[in-house]
Nanobody
Framework: QMQLVESGGGLVQAGGSLRLSCAAS???????MGWFRQAPGKEREVVAA????????YYTDSVKGRFTISRDNAKNTVYLQMNSLKPEDTAAYYC????????????????????WGPGTQVTVSS
């Protein structure tokens, strides 16, 4: 069973940057990978997703132009580069993996993902 571990979270001032990493315990080549976040009192929401090859990506509107998802299948790692961070980006960020072909609607649905990491906290101060 695949295990995912996120890292790179922390406290940053508004306008700053963080790079999250998600290390997988097995080859990620066959998995669609997603980043989700959940703020206190709010539902978990998709942030970004990437197809197994990396050719297709999705970003939620609030992070477009600021966040970049990427993957290195040789290292079994997925990244989320977060720039121009805002206080509203504060949340626990989770990495997830889903076996299957790329389908944007499916990739944005948390229920579709089979494996999840424990999460990493991102706090953006104003």
């Amino acid at each position: 069973q695949m295990q995912l571990v996120e890292s790179g979270g922390g406290l940053v001032q508004a306008g700053g940057s963080l790079r999250l990493s998600c290390a997988a315990s097995e080859r990620t080549f066959y998995y669609v990978m997603g980043w989700f976040r959940q703020a206190p009192g709010k539902e978990r929401e998709v942030v970004a997703a990437i197809s197994s090859s990396g050719q297709s990506t999705y970003y939620t509107d609030s992070v477009k132009g600021r966040f970049t998802i990427s993957r290195d299948n040789a290292k079994n790692t997925v990244y989320l580069q977060m720039n121009s961070l805002k206080p509203e980006d504060t949340a626990a960020y989770y990495c997830a993996a889903d076996v299957g072909l790329w389908d944007e609607r499916r990739a944005t649905t948390s229920r579709a993902y089979m494996f999840w990491g424990p999460g990493t906290q991102v706090t953006v101060s104003s």
